[in-house]
């Protein structure tokens, strides 16, 4: 009965979630701060590696740029010739990456330096600056129908997708 679970269940999980969006989360900035110095050298460490493999320096973060690298200079054959993006080049998407994983070891160098540099924008550098002054903690807001799933969903900020599963 959809009136018994609404009453049962939802409407006590609104004090319940409105508690928490109050409390907010701690966070620890020097913690964050470290954190992405060490993963900024290691992106930098990454970089290195990467423009020693090609032979030269090139934007890592430009898709048009890596585009070429991959398929011009290295030569790589892309998952689907017929496919290109509106400006011409091959995709460097994460899930074409994965696909030509095994042709080149820049390929794993690729993937772990995007890998870190959004775990360093998205979260280490991003988190910080929302912290709350007067209560020296984030506070997100917890939705009870923002999931398909049915779970709760989080937002401003999203701390729903910080990952757990990687160092």
Sequence with gaps: ????????????????????????VALDPQFFER?????????????????????DRFNINSTQQLSKVLFDTLKLEPPD????????HYSTSADVLDELRG??????????YRELSK???????????QINPRTGRVHTSFS????????????D???QNIPARTD
Excluded: W
């Design 1 to 24: 009965n959809c009136k018994k679970l609404f009453d049962e269940l939802e409407m006590p999980l609104v004090s319940v979630l409105a508690g928490m969006e109050r409390a907010g």
């Design 35 to 55: 954190m992405s110095k060490e993963i900024g050298e290691r992106m930098g460490d990454l970089e290195m590696q990467i423009y020693q493999m090609v032979g």
């Design 81 to 88: 010739r017929r496919k290109k993006t509106a400006s011409g």
């Design 103 to 112: 042709q080149h070891p820049i390929l794993d160098l690729l993937m772990e």
């Design 119 to 129: 775990l360093r924008s998205t979260y280490l550098e991003a988190l910080p600056n």
């Design 144 to 155: 009870q129908t923002g999931s398909v799933t049915g779970r709760l969903a989080s937002s």
């Design 157 to 159: 900020p999203n701390l």
